[in-house]
């Protein structure tokens, strides 16, 4: 009953996102617990489009960013999405078997099974910033936990999302996995599906949860935010500047988990600021060059601009890390900036920055660190560089965050036995590995009676024996 008042409330005019929702709902019904042997077939076709098609996409994420490195794509997203198919492909087996569970005292002859089941038709919201990662990511966990998947990609990855669409289409039916490219906002997020997983602002993030909510759709929400990272007093600067910077100018900031401002003792800041422009000086020399990539679009170039004078005029020290680069207003290159000493009235300490600049500020004691980023919004990353293991416990367990990396930055999204995924205002829900199996799986508890019971000694009427009968059991059961 309830899944046909659900089929029911979608409109009588029909959409393409309604018409393939109506497939998926229909063949989910038909056939709700896929194989291992199915999955793990889908999860391989998948795997081969990848691969076969490694260069049409390199190539297609180019054209929508209007310059963007085929090797960077390559490392960042294919191999990514390649790697995390594999890794849940040897896993799958052992993630869908049920598990058994404890059975309490009083019915200790009987049995207790939970049963992983799948939740039915999953609709993915994929970001433009990396948009196949992003897309095939959370894709895989969930066709692991036998789900079908409806996909709508950003405006800003329209290239994309038509050769994916096609490629997909090739290989895959409307009834398992569908790409739709240029789908409205609201004939999409709307439907009334068994799960939701968004990734992008937060202000989208709250719209699309609005829709959920209609439905009592269960959502995943992957948000970005304000990633701190802190250089401590015992670690090399010069090592620290090397990994922050890498962390901080891939796909020209354009990353969710990207370091966003930076924290450095007081004394060692000039250190960084010297080393910082050694280092992106000789990685991106001419910033107009492919290794460089292009700003997504204007409105965000012009953002990123004004975010720059802002902090300009209101006192900060800005500082090119590439002589003589200017912005290319054509190509939307801006160039690599610090901006040492940031303060808190400035947009840049104040909004997700989301492009090549980066905020310096000093410290003198750890523990005032450590108050700021807790009066802040909860981020997705946290990444801090020390080698002392009381320094270490200090910021991890002082602090909260989606997730960390430590002497690095970004790479615990790398790692595929981990979840991730944002806590408060950077999100909810995780996704990869197993817990991205469990995310899009309904743990369904089984209860098998015995045959022999003792049940009926519970029944009223109430007399002295259900008494002695309930002190035994406070005193002996568990």
Not at 111 to 118: A, D, E
Not at 336 to 344: E, F, N, Q, S, Y
């Amino acid at each position: 009953m309830a899944q046909t008042a659900q089929l029911r409330r979608i409109d009588e005019v029909e959409n393409e996102a309604q018409r393939i929702f109506k497939l998926q709902r229909e063949a989910y019904l038909k056939h709700p617990y896929p194989t291992y042997e199915e999955r793990k077939e889908i999860l391989t076709k998948i795997e081969r489009l990848l691969i076969d098609n490694a260069d049409a996409i390199a190539d297609a994420i180019n054209k929508d960013f209007g310059h963007r490195a085929a090797e960077e794509t390559k490392m960042l997203e294919i191999f990514g999405c390649v790697d995390g198919i594999r890794h849940t492909r040897s896993k799958l087996r052992k993630w869908m078997k049920p598990q058994k569970r404890h059975v309490s005292m009083t019915f200790a002859t009987a049995k207790n099974r939970v049963i992983p089941q799948p939740k039915g038709v999953v609709g993915i919201v994929a970001p433009w910033n990396y948009p196949l990662f992003l897309t095939v990511s959370p894709l895989t966990s969930v066709i692991a936990a036998g789900n079908r998947a409806m996909i709508k990609m950003a405006s800003n990855s329209q290239n994309l999302c038509r050769l994916l669409h096609e490629k997909f289409s090739e290989v895959f039916n409307e009834d398992t996995i569908a790409i739709l490219p240029g789908v409205a906002a609201k004939d999409f997020s709307t439907l009334p599906y068994d799960h939701i997983i968004f990734t992008g602002s937060a202000d989208a993030g709250r719209t699309v949860m609005r829709s959920a909510a209609e439905n009592l759709t269960p959502i995943t929400l992957e948000l970005g935010g304000k990633s701190p990272t802190i250089i401590c007093e015992d670690y090399d600067v010069e090592t620290a500047a090397s990994h922050i910077l890498y962390g901080k100018f891939i796909n020209a900031g354009q990353t969710c988990l990207a370091p966003d401002y930076l924290y450095v003792p007081e004394g060692k800041r000039d250190q960084f600021v010297e080393a910082a422009k050694r280092i992106v000086a000789q990685r991106y020399p001419d910033t107009n060059d492919r290794s460089y990539t292009s700003v997504i679009d204007e409105k965000s170039y012009r953002r990123l601009r004004n975010t720059l004078e802002d902090a300009r005029q209101k006192g900060a020290t800005i500082v090119p890390l590439v002589p003589n680069a200017t912005p290319n207003d054509i190509l939307r290159k801006l160039p690599p900036h610090l901006v040492v000493d940031a303060t808190d009235d400035m947009t840049i300490m104040q909004e997700e920055i989301f492009g090549p600049l980066l905020p310096v500020r000093t410290y003198r004691n750890l523990d005032e660190v450590i108050r700021y980023v807790n009066s802040k919004d909860r981020p997705l990353g946290f990444y801090f560089f020390t080698n002392d293991k009381a320094t270490e416990e200090k910021l991890l367990y002082g602090t909260i965050s989606g997730g960390v990396t430590i002497n690095n930055c970004i790479l615990h999204v790398a790692q595929h036995d981990m979840p991730f995924g944002g806590i408060g205002a950077s999100g909810m829900g995780q996704y990869h590995g197993h817990e991205g199996f469990l995310e899009f799986t309904k743990l369904r508890p089984v209860f098998t009676a015995p045959r022999l019971s003792t049940l009926q000694m519970l029944y009223p009427p109430y007399k002295k024996l259900h008494t002695r009968m309930f002190n035994f059991l406070m005193r002996f059961g568990r």
